[in-house]
């Protein structure tokens, strides 16, 4: 199951990001984290094995940083992957 998580937070302040920070670090489900622009604060990728999996990663993040708002929406199907970047090289 591959979640992505839009959280907001009321707090902007260098010591709930540090917070924010470690509890990101600490949970190896979350496999990506981007600060964002706009009104989500950070968005987060999750990979675990069924909505159960989820629910107690959501349980621990909340456990180990306060946030204002938390909505999560599940890939049903990949189209496409890659890592590949369409970068021209230069001559």
Do not use: Q
């Not at 470690?22 to 989500?40: F, K, N, Q, S, T």
Request: proline fraction near 4%; aromatic fraction near 8%; charged fraction near 30%.
């Amino acid at each position: 199951l591959t979640g992505y998580v839009m959280v907001k937070t009321s707090e902007h302040n260098e010591a709930w990001l540090r917070d924010f920070t470690r509890a990101v670090e600490l949970i190896p489900e979350i496999v990506e984290c981007h600060r964002m622009a706009g009104d989500v604060d950070y968005l987060l990728k999750i990979v675990t094995t069924d909505i159960r999996g989820y629910d107690a990663i959501y349980k621990r993040l909340v456990e180990l940083v306060p946030l204002r708002d938390v909505t999560a929406v599940f890939s049903m199907e990949t189209v496409k992957r890659t890592t590949a970047l369409p970068i021209p090289e230069e001559s």
